[in-house]
T-cell receptor, first 114, second 117 residues
């Protein structure tokens, strides 16, 4: 069974610091890994998608990496801002399920302290 | 492009009633997905469509749940005889995939929050 895990469940960081969010998955036969942001009571906003052939993707202050051999992905946020406060979810699609359904972690709730 | 739209945003119903939610995907997206999210958890896959064909259904989708995408555009998710355990956020997503195995970025709507009393 494919599982996606995110630890810690919550993280508080002073404004301006760089931070790393972690995501691990149990099956190395991964198709894609996608990072999302979710604000309270809202839907999901896609941040970055890394295909299995890639090792990282960057967008602005965000950088996501993928290491299939260790079953890990990280989301690096540079120079954090209060507006970055949200829940961050990682989700994977796995090859034996044809790159369709996303399997989500439970998320890390990030609070940036002004 | 207005993104993925879901209606209603909130639904409160009594146990045993039927409810129906609607999702309008991004225009020309051929794939449409339904997920369910309970408090403190990540979304869980329910079902997905390629155009009008429903290609996969999760075990979570009991026989009280039915989803349709009759013309390959909008989709509806109906829950019959609602139970308190059905209370959750129901999320819809869409994507454009031109070939199997290609990049599949799913774009999500704001969700419909269902409360069953």
């Amino acid at each position: 069974k494919q599982e996606v895990t995110q630890i810690p469940a919550a993280l508080s960081v002073p404004e301006g610091e760089n931070l790393v969010l972690n995501c691990s998955f149990t099956d190395s036969a991964i198709y894609n890994l996608q990072w999302f942001r979710q604000d309270p009571g809202k839907g999901l906003t896609s941040l970055l998608l890394i295909q299995s052939s890639q090792r990282e993707q960057t967008s602005g202050r965000l950088n996501a990496s993928l290491d299939k051999s260790s079953g890990r992905s990280t989301l690096y946020i540079a120079a954090s801002q209060p507006g970055d406060s949200a829940t961050y979810l990682c989700a994977a699609t796995f090859a034996n399920f044809g790159n369709e359904k996303l399997t989500f972690g439970t998320g890390t709730r990030l609070t940036i302290i002004p | 492009d207005t993104g993925v739209s879901q209606d209603p945003r909130h639904k409160i119903t009594k146990r045993g009633q039927n409810v129906t939610f609607r999702c309008d995907p991004i225009s020309e997206h051929n794939r449409l997905y339904w997920y369910r999210q309970t408090l403190g958890q990540g979304p869980e896959f329910l079902t997905y469509f390629q155009n009008e064909a429903q290609l996969e259904k999760s075990r979570l989708l009991s026989d009280r749940f039915s989803a349709e995408r009759p013309k390959g555009s909008f989709s509806t998710l109906e829950i019959q005889r609602t139970e308190q355990g059905d209370s959750a956020m129901y999320l819809c997503a869409s994507s454009l995939v031109v070939e199997w195995g290609a990049k599949n970025i799913q774009y999500f709507g704001a969700g419909t929050r269902l409360s069953v009393l």
